[in-house]
């Protein structure tokens, strides 16, 4: 099986995200091939092909000139799979991909189960093996479920793609931040955040008691915020904000890959669950295994004094 792995080329750099989709195709045993749209600086460290288009003459978003450019690497190199992130870059370019293709596209992946390949249903409350029956398929992974166990090393074979390209109807004009509502947790040191284990609304100031002991802002995952337990601007996952804090503290938070890829860059990882095997404790530096709460009030009561 072979894999063709388009990297995302942002702002002068390869994005870090990229790199997941080597750990994606190391799950499936596959021999890969990389396709960067960036420049040489950006080619990563990994022994094996990289094709390398120019980012100063295609962009680093033109959806008809990436698309070819895709379709050209698939002509040379005949890969069973063409993976990309699923970011606003992934979720725009596969599916131009796959219907060019004519080959079967699967979004979102979080797993690899049996050969097929799992995906989230029923707004993350579930989860589904999908089996692609077309010889070529196109995947997106999640952000953040498939990490690199290792940094890639080797020395690159650099094969630089030129292709004569029509004007197209669409122009890249640049990035635009969106304006920040809210909280944001971004720049919180500490964050105490929520999850459905907390149980019911009326629980939430057992969390911001602690949060407030720690000096910290309050956060919390999706099934909360919908819930309206509390307001969107203290999501944290995928669909809410990215953190990074020195301390970050999950109550009753079961560890879906939605929320870890929000906080996996925190320096220290707290989690306090009732299920010792919930996936939260594969990223926790410290699994305390106590109903919440029970938990909380006795905590916050030692902090305080």
């Given amino acids: 099986m072979k894999a063709l792995l388009v990297c995302e080329y942002r702002d002068g750099k390869l994005l870090e995200s990229s790199y997941e989709l080597f750990a994606f195709a190391d799950k499936l045993n596959a021999e890969k091939v990389a396709l960067v749209i960036g420049n040489e600086a950006s080619v990563p460290t990994f022994g094996g092909k990289v094709y390398l288009a120019d980012v100063s003459k295609y962009g680093e978003y033109n959806p008809d000139a990436h698309k070819k450019l895709v379709l050209e690497v ?3 190199e005949n890969p069973d799979l063409v993976i990309l992130v699923h970011t606003s870059y992934g979720w725009d370019l596969a599916p131009r991909v796959a219907a060019a293709l004519k080959a079967a ?4 992946v ?6 097929g ?4 249903c029923l707004n993350g409350k579930m989860r589904r093996i999908v089996s692609p029956k077309t010889d070529k398929k196109v995947i997106t992974i999640q952000s953040g479920a498939f990490t690199p166990q290792s940094p890639l090393s080797g020395t690159p074979e650099v094969v630089k793609l030129d292709l ?6 669409v122009e890249f004009v640049g990035y635009e931040v969106a304006e920040k509502t809210g909280v944001d947790l971004t ?14 609304k009326d629980n939430m100031p057992l969390v911001e008691a602690l949060a407030k002991a720690l000096g910290g802002e309050v956060g919390a995952t999706r099934p909360v915020v919908d819930a309206g337990w509390l307001e969107q601007s203290r999501q944290v996952g995928i669909t809410g904000q990215t953190v990074s804090p020195k301390l970050y503290i999950a109550c009753g938070i079961s560890g879906a890959v939605q929320h870890i890829a929000g906080m996996k860059k925190s320096d220290f990882v707290v989690a306090i669950n ?5 996936p939260i404790g594969e990223v926790a530096d410290v699994l305390v295994v106590a109903d919440v709460i029970q938990f909380l009030p006795a905590l916050t009561e030692k902090l305080q004094k």
């Fill in 74 to 76: 698939v002509n040379k």
């Fill in 105 to 108: 596209q699967v979004s979102e």
């Fill in 110 to 115: 979080v797993g690899v189960v049996d050969g």
């Fill in 117 to 120: 390949f799992e995906v989230s």
């Fill in 164 to 169: 004569t390209l029509e004007s197209g109807n």
């Fill in 187 to 200: 720049k919180a040191e500490i964050i105490v955040s929520a999850g459905r284990g907390v149980g019911k």
């Fill in 274 to 278: 009732k299920d010792k095997d919930a």
